[in-house]
């Protein structure tokens, strides 16, 4: 550095006081601070939530200083980076998650205590980000928490949309969407940065100029939009690593001049610009079906144009030969949102760095990965040839190009198989010519990953068998993980302290196979006293949230039997209705002296479906008549009750979970491609009711079978039992419980035709019908082990010991070393 440079930098930190001290005296000073300057208010009366803004804002300096100092470091060294793009993210709240990873958790608490506040009761003011849609989006999260833990030089990439996923709201037992406009009471997780911005373009024409005697092309766009990046600051747990999850949002553009001829036309003019906002609007609510809406295709090219553009800057920066590109870049594809990420790259090197096709296709070979999160073809995106040919001309012509050399390949390789050929080609013929863009990305990623190992084997038999054929050494998979820092750390610090205390140490917060060491005192009553202890406050806990969100007044003595998750046919929250309705009806039945049998329950359902799948709403319809009768039938009193918490979202899964006795994974299987609450469960020591499918049969491997309640019909035998016209084993009981909701039993009987229609005869798809017999077994089985709470208790412990496996450090883990080709790069503390 120069003289000059170096006297500037001393003067600068002679001014500071050195980096924010975490003392209960100088955290207290610095809340102060934030809600006399920050917060505006004074610092003589505030509320809870001005003082949760204020303890946020100081939390956020702390991330800041650390994030600072991993880029200044990452900028040093300069290691290949990972750039992980997904269209979501499901972060949920930020505070409780950040303090605990600065390891600041203590000293806040005793900091708010002396100043008359409860850190919890703050916690709880935070709202949840909920910029993501389920399963595919906490995932993106979870990685993100393991990949600054485990110190990898990685970055995010995604939206900032304006209006998260939808709130579920319950009227008369059915769902209404209200829209999620979560800035309103400002966010200080993300901090804006006017200054990184890029323009981004769409439609126009796509032109030919002469370039030293060759031609070249030239994209003329038709409209331009700025993306402005904010920046999230994602903290490890013990290092002080602290990773940038940069989300974009869409401010109109200054690079067009307007010029307009009067008042109207002007005001006009500039409404038109502010139109620009509406790409980073709203987050699509449908977990999987997108096909062929172009304010989609505009999000998804919008944020791979502006994240391509910084990742290119960077590269710049440090380097300027391409041909090291690949060794300093790995960009990770979440499922095909992000795939125009492909041609946008093929298209920068070619038309604007002037790299000869092969230099840039042998680039894009190199870089990019992607994990495919779908299990059949029906769910895989598709664009219509049309309108990506309008938004984006000249990236439609490099997909043509990009097939073409791709046909050429296969002819080759299978001869002139046209049937194949067509099924492999990017481009679909048909009524409505699209693009494959799961071909695409296949064909331009060098490893397609799976998520769980069945996954993969579905994958090469079925969904992608062609191209397993072709390239075999192309597909993997990688065990999907939850991070056990949120979903028990945070979510559960009782059990967490139990774990610690047991094992003699907290290293397990890094290292989940210590919890292997649980399984020696499975067996021990002083533990399993405590165990019991724990868990049963956390039932208390969970019994006062059912409280105050429906009303209803459950005991903790009561087994809790929970499913939460997004509702679709294929999860089969139907199965577990019926089954509840088979229970109710025979409770009713029963004789004085049987009663007395009865393991009581608490059935808890929550969930979302899509504004646009009908039978998913009449699932929830559902779920609360068939409440509404047993709740309110003094016959049952508490022997049966069925809750539906309403608007389930991250929050409210933290609180549920350490509360759950048992929960339920019951996709029909060959259908989950892997599951993620099953894990957070798991942790969490709640048994599991399953299905052999996903993640589960990995679960199943770790834990055995005889510690959960498995059912069902298996992968490989439900093609079979779906040939069969009719179903001939389905139960009586199966038909005795439909008979019920037919016949109005629980009222809407014409409402819920379709849905009875659904699983009745030949089109019960998702084989309900046949699973219904094992699933009762298992609840039985289910019944009788927490009867015996010694072995219940056991069981329990052994689940979360058995975890550790299906902690997201051990995907990343395995992600960075199989599929990225990074390496650590720890900033000193
Ligand atoms: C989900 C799958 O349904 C889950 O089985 C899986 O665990 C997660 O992804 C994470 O891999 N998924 C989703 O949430 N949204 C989709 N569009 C497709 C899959």
Redesign the pocket.
């Known amino acids: 550095e120069s003289g000059e440079g170096k006297a500037k930098a001393e003067r600068m930190f002679s001014l500071m006081d050195g980096f924010l001290k975490n003392d209960p005296i100088s955290l207290q000073k610095d809340i102060l601070d934030h809600v006399e300057y920050t917060v505006a208010r004074s610092r003589f009366s505030f509320d809870d939530f001005e003082a949760y803004q204020a303890v946020s804002h100081s939390v956020r300096d702390r991330l800041i200083e650390r994030w600072h100092d991993t880029h200044a470091y990452f900028k040093r060294k300069d290691p290949k980076r990972l750039y992980f793009f997904s269209l979501e993210f499901l972060m949920g709240r930020s505070l409780s998650n950040s303090v605990i990873n600065l390891g600041v958790r203590d000293q806040y608490a005793d900091a708010l205590n002396q100043l008359g506040f409860e850190f919890e009761v703050l916690a709880e003011q935070e709202g949840d980000a909920a910029q993501g ?7 993106s999260a979870c990685q993100m928490d393991s990949l600054a833990t485990m110190d990898f030089p990685a970055w995010g990439y995604g939206l900032r949309y304006q209006y998260g996923l939808f709130r579920q709201v319950i009227l008369d037992g059915f769902q209404h969407e209200q829209p999620d406009y979560w800035l309103n009471f400002g966010n200080p997780w993300e901090i804006e940065r006017i200054h990184v911005s890029y323009a981004v373009k769409f439609y126009g024409t796509v032109e030919e100029q002469d370039l030293n005697g060759g031609k070249r092309k030239v994209w003329v766009p038709g409209e331009m939009v700025e993306a402005v990046a904010y920046d999230n600051p994602i903290p490890g747990y013990g290092t002080r690593n602290t990773i940038n999850l940069r989300l974009w949002a869409a401010k109109p553009s200054d690079l067009y001049d307007m010029e307009s001829y009067g008042t109207g036309d002007y005001i006009n003019a500039v409404i038109n610009r502010q139109k620009a906002e509406t790409i980073s609007s709203v987050l699509y609510p449908d ?2 079906s997108y096909q062929g809406k172009e304010l989609r295709l505009k999000q998804q090219y919008f944020f791979v144009s502006a994240s391509v553009q910084d990742i290119i800057r960077r590269f710049k920066d440090s380097l300027n030969d391409f041909n090291q590109f690949p060794e300093k870049v790995a960009l990770q594809l979440n ?1 095909t949102h992000p795939s125009l990420a492909i041609p946008e790259v093929m298209r920068v090197l070619v038309d604007e760095e002037f790299l000869s096709w092969k230099q840039a296709w042998d680039i894009v070979c190199k870089i990019f990965s992607c ?1 495919t ?3 059949v073809p029906e ?1 895989l995106e598709k664009i219509p040839v049309d309108l990506l040919g309008s938004v984006l001309p000249r990236h439609l012509q490099i997909i043509f190009d990009i097939n073409f050399s791709f046909m050429e390949e296969l002819k080759k390789h299978f001869g002139l198989d046209f049937n194949r050929l067509s099924q492999m080609s990017i481009v679909e013929e048909g009524a409505v010519k699209s693009i494959r863009m799961a071909n695409l990305s296949i064909v331009c990623c060098h490893t397609v990953n799976g ?2 190992r069945v ?1 993969l084997d579905i994958l090469k038999t079925k969904v992608f068998k062609d191209f397993y054929e072709l390239w075999p050494q192309k597909f993997h998979y990688k065990t ?1 993980g939850v991070t056990q820092r949120r979903w028990l750390v945070v979510s559960n610090p009782g059990l967490c302290g139990l774990i610690s205390k047991w094992l003699g140490t907290d290293a397990w917060i890094r290292d989940m196979d210590l919890l292997m060491g649980l399984r020696d005192h499975a067996g021990d009553a002083e533990l399993q006293q405590e165990w019991k202890m724990v868990r049963r406050i956390n039932k208390i806990r969970l019994a006062e949230f059912i409280d105050a969100m429906t009303g209803m007044m459950v005991s903790p003595d009561a087994m809790f039997d929970v499913q939460i998750k ?1 509702i679709h046919e294929y999860k089969r929250q139907l199965l577990n209705i019926l089954g509840i309705i088979y229970r109710y009806d025979c409770i009713k039945n029963m004789k004085e002296s049987d009663r007395r049998k009865v393991v009581p329950r608490v059935c808890i359902i929550g969930g979302k479906a899509a504004p646009g799948y009908d039978m998913a709403k009449k699932i929830i319809k559902l779920c609360h008549a068939v409440g509404e009768t047993i709740n309110n039938d003094s016959d049952i009193d508490d022997l049966l009750k069925l809750v539906f918490i309403p608007d389930f979202n991250v929050s409210v899964a933290e609180l549920v979970i350490p509360g759950s006795d048992l929960s339920q994974h019951i ?1 029909t299987a060959g259908h ?5 609450g099953s894990m957070k469960f798991l942790m969490n020591g709640c048994l599991l009711l399953a299905t052999a499918d ?2 589960t049969i990995e679960i199943i491997e770790e834990i055995g079978e005889d510690n959960m309640f498995l059912f069902g019909a298996k992968v490989h035998e439900v093609p079979k039992l779906r040939e069969k016209a009719e179903n001939h084993r389905v139960a009586l009981q199966f038909a005795r419980v439909l008979r019920m909701v037919r016949d109005g039993y629980f009222g809407y009987e014409d409402y819920f035709k379709s849905l009875c229609d659904s699983i009745e005869g030949g089109g019960d798809f998702y084989l309900l019908g046949n699973d219904f017999a094992s699933y009762l077994e298992a609840q039985a089985a289910a019944d009788k082990a927490f009867v015996d709470q010694e072995r219940w208790t056991k069981m329990s412990i052994l689940s979360t010991a058995g975890s550790g496996r299906f902690s997201s450090d051990k995907t990343v883990g395995e992600y960075a070393h199989q599929t990225w080709g990074i390496e650590p790069c720890r900033c000193p503390f």
């Open positions: 849609n389920g399963g595919l989006a906490r995932l977990d999987r499922d994990t999160h779908t299990v769910g998520v769980s996954h999907n997004r996709s989950e491609a892997s599951g993620t996903g993640a």
